[in-house]
């Protein structure tokens, strides 16, 4: 072996050899050694995948060492650590990422090319590890990505589904799903660590005794236990050493586990027990913004919640700390109620486990929490029956019932003679089946809560947890939501990421306010050009995509209008549908008339029991079937649903877009984060005054923004006064012929009761206000039709939406958790030999 050591600047001063070389002679090397030593190929029989995993095993070396001196550190510091708790981690596949973040991309795609290979064929083979439905898991990831990137020391720890969020498969136009069965070839980015495997108990009941001290005690006696492995995956910050842990438990059953059952012969049913056991990380609930009650599901959250307690107590016993500074070792962030029972959790685990008083563990435990809601949506809401509760876990239960008699004297004394406010904040829902109320047990246990946008902290404030509000004041929070820009801008759109520096240098890429240089550069007319070439070519490489997954050739020249999230009724794709049903029927009347020509593409999934939504799914294909194909439409309108929307698809979409459509109704989406994707990547949003898209045009300017619709305050009072859809139907001539366009079987072979559920619930019952914002909508789009015809106009807007994104950097709202709620400091490592690395 030949050592390149100090061959690049950037490996100065630290280990460089065969597997830390970054030089592009050491790289290479070690790709050939891992296709020859680790896939056991030669060139002639390798395939793509051989070849993506013995580059991917080559950084992965890259990485350990940035990885164990970040432990080591950390260890020897016995630094304060944020643990952040998620059901769900939408990570995305790691491969680009850490190329980016370790800053060796063109390098080593310079490397690869020498070869004869193509790295982008390459990071295409990964499996994307899809363990999160949507926008919440997605957030976990970017806050990840952005806590190693400011050197705070931090733990992920979640749940490692063996089967992720399904694929989605489009046949004659309807969803079906299929599992996702993403460590089929294994996965390089994990290690396993049985040798800190924790025992979780589950059912049985409880025993009240005393102890041989005389004291009273009480033990659970459950009827399962199961064992949690932890898969460990590093979470590189760009441009530092800092590599923190991403932690997800895998269910078994334990080792010895029903050896009688072995031993008298009943081999299969000891097997079963055993299946049984491992069916609790078998597979991500895809639902978003909706709770089933499913027992399971709750079993999988005790399960990864109980194993990441207990294996923090593990860490903060090795660093030989008393468990009475477990607040001052860790923070705990809550994503959402999914990890809410932490709270009872973490009680039990002080008081039964440990024989801490009480009162000490309470006050451990609410300076340990702090919980982050993401939803307004009552069917989110979590709550459990406490009967099904209870047969899981009957000491939570009673913990709950002792919190909760504690908690309602707090409030008598606050509130004294207010039973109905009693009845409304207790933990315990009791106004006919009993339920426990997970966010009141949040509220409850963490000394934070926040919203993840102005407007829906506010409404948080003044609606759902308006109790809790006038209770502790002092909680509330808001933390607008952010998302990484290396992810997405810097590796998924690196021509774009290319002009900016040469423009403005590369600090950007951490500290994305520094985007804000841009402006002097909008109305730049070489600028422009080059903004717009790229954007330009970012639309044919989608076209191309399109065209070979779709089978359908759309226009790079018209605009891309893109709607992509998961489908939902109050997100109103259906309403975007009306916008296209109403320009095809202008068509149909007058088909010459002037129509700025447009792509409209959409992308999502659909919960698989939600039937509206899928529908909305099928209407979409059976529009786009007969509009892509009539011959009076002349190529002007195009509509493209792209299957299986998830993070690498959405990587190429955010690029290519010129549109970004935000439109649910106001009042309803917390925050968003597409929302903040597509304006960074310089597309401009039609949006209504909802979530994050109230900041983003307050950063933008409102002359760079579409604003339409109701705002919340006219949605809930229009709701108060007696809403009836009818009325607009019965006034608005083109929205009247767009609905009966769809009932009357038009798109549907003649079939009139296909979409009539769809139809009838807008008549009807219009849930979400589609036909109130109809006409608004409609002419909104009329001004971006216009606008878009105006090249130099619409360039102008799209370069300074991308340059006033700086506060939609996930970097900025992981400043201020940490400096807000979390109160922890950012930890230097270095990659010195250091006694640390020796040891
Ligand atoms: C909210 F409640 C939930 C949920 O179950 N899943 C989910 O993805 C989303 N969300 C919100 O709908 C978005 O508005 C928000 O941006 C995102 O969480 C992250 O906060």
Redesign the pocket.
């Given at each position: 072996l030949q050592y390149n050591s100090f061959e690049d600047p950037r490996c100065e001063g630290y280990l460089e050899d065969g597997r830390t070389g970054m030089s592009p002679s050491t790289l290479k090397r070690a790709f050939l050694n891992n296709l020859f030593y680790v896939q056991g190929k030669f060139k002639a029989l390798a395939t793509p995948n051989d070849y993506y995993m013995a580059l991917a095993y080559a950084i992965r070396d890259r990485l350990l060492q940035r990885w164990i001196n970040t432990a080591a550190i950390y260890t020897a510091q016995g630094s304060r650590t944020v643990a952040y708790f998620s059901a769900e981690f939408l990570m995305g596949p790691h491969l680009g990422n850490n190329l980016i973040n370790l800053d060796i991309y063109k390098d080593v795609e310079k490397g690869i090319a020498e070869m004869g290979l193509n790295l982008g064929e390459l990071l295409e083979q990964e499996e994307e590890p899809g363990l999160g439905?949507?926008?919440?898991?997605r957030?976990a990831a970017c806050y990840l990505d952005s806590l190693a990137t400011l050197e705070i020391p931090s733990l992920g720890y979640g749940i490692r589904y063996e089967f992720g969020i399904f694929d989605q498969e489009i046949e004659d136009g309807w969803q079906v799903e299929i599992t996702d069965k993403w460590l089929r070839f294994g996965n390089p980015w994990e290690i396993a660590r049985p040798e800190w495997a924790v025992e979780v108990k589950l059912g049985g009941h409880t025993d009240h005794y005393v102890d041989d001290h005389g004291r009273y005690r009480i033990r659970w006696v459950p009827d399962q236990q199961v064992t949690g492995i932890p898969y460990d995956t590093p979470i590189l910050g760009c441009q530092t050493n800092t590599a923190n842990t991403l932690r997800l438990w895998t269910a078994e059953a334990p080792e010895s586990f029903n050896f009688n059952a072995f031993n008298s012969g009943d081999y299969l049913g000891a097997v079963y027990e055993k299946v049984v056991s491992e069916n609790i990380s078998k597979v991500l609930y895809p639902n978003?913004?909706s709770s089933q009650g499913k027992k399971l599901r709750l079993t999988q959250q005790y399960f990864f919640v109980s194993c990441s307690l207990q294996d923090m107590i593990r860490i903060l016993v090795g660093q030989e700390l008393p468990l009475e500074k477990f607040h001052e070792k860790f923070a705990v962030q809550l994503n959402?109620t999914h990890p809410a029972i932490a709270v009872a959790e973490l009680m039990r685990l002080l008081i039964d486990m440990h024989h801490m008083s009480w009162d000490s563990a309470w006050s451990i435990t609410q300076r340990t929490f702090a919980y982050t809601n993401?939803?307004l949506?009552p069917e989110?809401l979590e709550r459990w029956p406490v009967e099904l509760f209870g047969s899981l876990l009957p000491r939570h239960l009673e913990i709950i019932y002792e919190l909760n008699d504690r908690f309602l004297d707090e409030v008598r004394i606050k509130f004294p003679e207010d039973d109905s406010r009693l009845s409304r904040m207790s933990l315990i829902d009791e106004s006919g089946e009993r339920y426990v109320r997970m966010a009141h047990l949040a509220c409850v246990g963490s000394h934070a809560i926040n919203g993840?946008a102005a407007l829906h902290t506010e409404l948080l404030k003044q609606d759902v947890l308006y109790d809790f509000y006038q209770m502790y004041p002092g909680k509330f929070q808001n933390k607008t939501?952010g998302v990484t820009p290396r992810r997405f801008m810097v590796l998924s759109n690196p021509a774009l990421t290319e002009l900016v520096t040469s423009k403005i240098g590369d600090t950007w890429i951490k500290n994305l306010g520094e985007l804000q240089k841009l402006e002097a550069w909008a109305d730049n007319p070489e600028f422009q050009q080059q903004w717009r070439q790229i954007k330009q070519a970012n639309k044919q490489e989608l076209a191309a995509y399109i065209q070979k997954h779709n089978g359908i050739i759309v226009d790079p020249n018209s605009i891309f209008d893109i709607l992509a999230k998961?489908f939902h009724e109050y997100k109103r794709q259906y309403l975007d549908l009306l916008h296209i049903v109403t320009l095809y029927n202008r068509i149909k009347a007058n088909p010459d008339i002037e129509i700025t020509p447009r792509t409209f593409i959409f992308g999502g999934k659909a919960a698989p029991g939600y039937f509206m939504a899928k529908l909305i799914i099928k209407l979409i294909n059976s529009v786009a079937d007969v509009i892509n194909r009539d011959p009076d439409v002349r190529g002007r309108l195009k509509v493209v649903f792209l299957k299986n929307y998830n993070v690498k698809l959405a990587q190429r979409i955010y690029p290519a877009a010129d549109l970004s459509e935000q439109i649910s109704t106001a009042g309803k989406?917390?925050?968003?984060?597409g929302n903040m994707k597509f304006a960074l990547n310089g597309a401009l949003t039609i949006g209504t005054l909802d979530?994050?898209n109230v900041e983003i045009r307050e950063e933008v300017g409102a002359e760079n923004f579409f604003l339409f619709g109701l705002t919340a305050e006219q949605v809930y009072a229009k709701r108060a006064s007696g809403y009836n859809p009818m009325e607009y139907y019965n006034s608005n001539a083109e929205l009247r012929l767009a609905l009966d366009r769809i009932a009357s079987g038009f798109f549907s072979h003649g079939d009139t009761e296909l979409f009539k559920p769809l139809v009838d619930s807008l008549l009807h019952h219009d849930q979400y206000f589609l036909l109130a914002d109809y006409q608004s909508y409609i002419d909104c789009q009329e001004q971006v039709g216009l606008a878009y015809r105006d090249q130099d106009r619409w360039t102008h807007m799209s370069i300074l939406n991308a340059a006033r994104m700086g506060k939609f950097s996930s970097d900025r709202s992981i400043q201020d958790y940490c400096r807000e709620i979390w109160k922890v400091e950012p930890v230097t490592i270095t990659l010195e030999n250091s006694e640390v690395t020796d040891s």
């Open positions: 439905n949507g926008g919440l898991g957030l978003d913004d959402d993401h939803t949506l989110a993840v939501n998961r989406e917390a925050s968003g984060t979530g994050a």
